[in-house]
Structure formats: C-alpha cells, structure tokens
C-alpha cells in the first residue's frame, strides 16, 4: 500500500490531454514539493517535474505539474506515443524521522 | 554526465545478506547538497526508496526496512554499498542507485543506475 496515492491506469489517444492524480496527507503532499517521474519499459526512472511543476531541462513543455493542498497532478498535453510509459509520482514525508514516499505508479497507455 | 552503475550477486539465498556497489564517475561522491540513495522495484510493481547518505556519513532509512539495512560511503573510491540482512522472496527487486538533490523546498532524484535485478531463492 503506497503513502501516495496514484490511479494504476490511465489513456489517451494521440495529441489528447491527460492528468494523472497523486494524493497524498499533510505530511508529505501537504507540507513538501512533488516530483513525477517516467520510466519507460525496461528502464531508469527520469525526472519529469521538480518543485511541484518545474520541468528541468530537455523535458517538453507538454508536461507540467500542479499541487493543491495533499494533491498533485501531472498533465500530458499533445500525447504522443512516446508517452505511453509508467508514471511515478514523489515527495518527502515528514512523519517518523522522515522518508521518501512514492506513488504506486499510474501506466498511461496511448490508443 | 554522471553515471552511476550497480554491481553485486543477482542471486541471493533466503535469509543471507543481499550485498549490492553503486559505483559513481564523471563527478564526486563528495558533493553538498547532494544524498545517494537506494531504490528498489519489484517485478511489475512500485518504486520503493530503500534509504539515503550523505558524503558525510549521515543516513536515513525507510521505516520499514530500517531494522535490516546498512548503507556506507567509501569517498575514496566514489562509491556507496547497500546491505540488505535477512532476505526472503519479497527482497526480489531491481535496485536502482541514484543520486539526489537536496536544496529545500527543492529535491528530486536526478542520475540513476540502469538498476540490477537481485533474486532471492535458493
């Protein structure tokens, strides 16, 4: 059972836009910055967004981020693809003596 | 371009110690602001943070893997270990080194490992 919460699925055909919803609790989501992550089958995880909804560079602006109160989510605008991958959503959690909590990871199919 | 590479058994018998070297080069270990940090998945499943330390020795685990991991730090050799005690079929990860930035608010991992599967069974 992940402390963040992730759809485990999600789909879009190609130039849609898609959210992916992360929920979290006051001390992760709540209280600490998310950042998303895409790993491609067979692969690392990468960085998507940092700080909520910073992108570094090399990573199309048709990915962004927000957060709202113990919510986040990852948007995909133009789907392409090359998209169809796995998404994980992060944050710090404060609770305990602190740790690094993930989302269950949300697989974005492209029809 | 940092890399980071893992090396270490890809078998391991239940109950021993799952033993696993992140390698780093083209930059230093020795980095402020920066954690290195352990990260497993199992097959088809979730990202897992296993656990953190800094250059200077200071570590922090996740509370649920803490009573059975050790993760040190050799600057000399720009290398940082994993030690997993008392392993079952459940261990059976890939696990993935991986460095991260800490500047708060900001902090995200940014160079990982290509990851290593590690097998429990005997």
């Known amino acids: 059972q992940s402390v963040l919460t992730q759809p485990p699925s999600a789909s879009g055909t190609p130039g849609q836009r898609v959210t992916i919803s992360c929920s979290g609790s006051s001390p992760n989501i709540g209280t600490n910055t998310v950042t998303w992550y895409q790993q491609l089958p067979g692969t690392a995880p990468k960085l998507l967004i940092y700080n909520n909804n910073q992108r570094p560079s090399g990573v199309p602006d048709r990915f962004s981020g927000s957060k709202s109160g113990t919510s986040a989510s990852l948007a995909i605008s133009g789907l392409q693809s090359e998209d169809e991958a796995d998404y994980y959503c992060a944050a710090w959690d404060d609770s305990l003596y602190g740790y690094w909590a993930f989302g269950g990871g949300t697989k974005l199919t492209v029809l | 371009q940092l890399q980071l590479q893992e090396s270490g058994p890809g078998l391991v018998k239940p109950s021993e110690t799952l033993s696993l070297t992140c390698s780093v080069s083209?930059?230093?270990?020795?980095?402020?602001?920066?954690?290195w940090v352990w990260i497993r998945q199992p097959p088809g499943k979730g990202l897992e943070w296993i656990g953190s330390?800094?250059?200077?020795?200071?570590?922090y685990f996740n509370p649920s893997l803490k009573s059975r991991v050790t993760i040190s730090i050799d600057t000399s050799k720009n290398q940082f270990s994993l030690k997993l005690g008392s392993v079952t079929a459940a261990d059976t990860a890939v696990y993935y080194c991986?460095?991260?930035?800490?500047?708060?608010?900001?902090?995200?991992?940014?160079?990982w490992g290509q990851g290593t599967l590690v097998t429990v069974s005997s």
């Open positions: 330390i800094y250059y200077s020795g200071s570590t």
């Open positions: 083209g930059g230093s270990i020795n980095s402020n602001n920066y954690y």
């Open positions: 991986a460095r991260a930035l800490w500047l708060l608010p900001i902090y995200y991992f940014d160079y």
